[in-house]
T-cell receptor, first 111, second 115 residues
């Protein structure tokens, strides 16, 4: 079955620590990949996306993600997190018209 | 344009009652999606429209759920004979068709609590 897996349910970091959130998917064929973020009390917002081309994509607020086709992965990274990055992060995959989301990773950044 | 609007933001109802949610997408977006999100889970796809046509519906969607987009603009999601398991956040999103179809803009959601 098609699925999106996020490895970590809750990640707690101190400010300035580096971040990597894992995402794996099990779709065949061409996929479009996304990371969405939901800040406390706010709606889901697009963080970055990958359609084709350079597998390393950059998004807003210093986030980046790398698509590794052989590993079916699309991990999210940030070199130095800030307290304001505290949020829930969702990986999403679109292979047709229905976008599937992972269960999300809650990131807590301690000041 | 103020983005995707959803109404009401929160609905509390008794089991067995019907509820209806409304979504107003971004005006130039011709695709509209409904998702459901429960605590600790990511959004779960329910259905989507392109203009007024409902093109896909999740097999997980109960017959008690129906969605419409009669004029290709706003959409409604109705849940009949609500059950406690229907308690969730109902999210609406919109997008352009074509190359922009994959970039969804979400609304704030409508939270349903079934007592």
């Amino acid at each position: 079955a098609q699925s999106v897996s996020q490895h970590n349910h809750h990640v707690i970091l101190s400010e300035a620590a580096s971040l990597e959130l894992g995402c794996n998917y099990s779709y065949g064929g061409t996929v479009n990949l996304f990371w969405y973020v939901q800040y406390p009390g706010q709606h889901l917002q697009l963080l970055l996306k990958y359609f084709s081309g350079d597998p390393l994509v950059k998004g807003i607020k210093g986030f980046e993600a790398e698509f590794i086709k052989s590993k079916f992965s699309f991990n999210l990274r940030k070199p130095s997190v800030q307290w304001s990055d505290t949020a829930e992060y969702f990986c999403a995959v679109n292979s047709r018209n229905d976008m599937r989301f992972g269960a999300g990773t809650r990131l807590t950044v301690k000041p | 344009d103020t983005g995707v609007s959803q109404d009401p933001r929160h609905k509390i109802t008794k089991r067995g009652q019907n509820v209806t949610f409304r979504c107003d997408p971004i005006s130039e977006h011709n695709r509209l999606y409904w998702y459901r999100q429960t605590l600790g889970q990511g959004p779960e796809f329910l259905t989507y429209f392109q203009n007024e046509a409902q093109l896909e519906k999740s097999r997980l969607l109960s017959d008690r759920f129906s969605a419409e987009r009669p004029k290709g603009s706003f959409s409604t999601l109705e849940i009949q004979r609500t059950e406690q398991g229907d308690s969730a956040m109902y999210l609406c999103a919109s997008s352009l068709a074509g190359s922009g179809a994959n970039v969804l803009t979400f609304g704030a959601g409508s939270r349903l609590t079934v007592l």
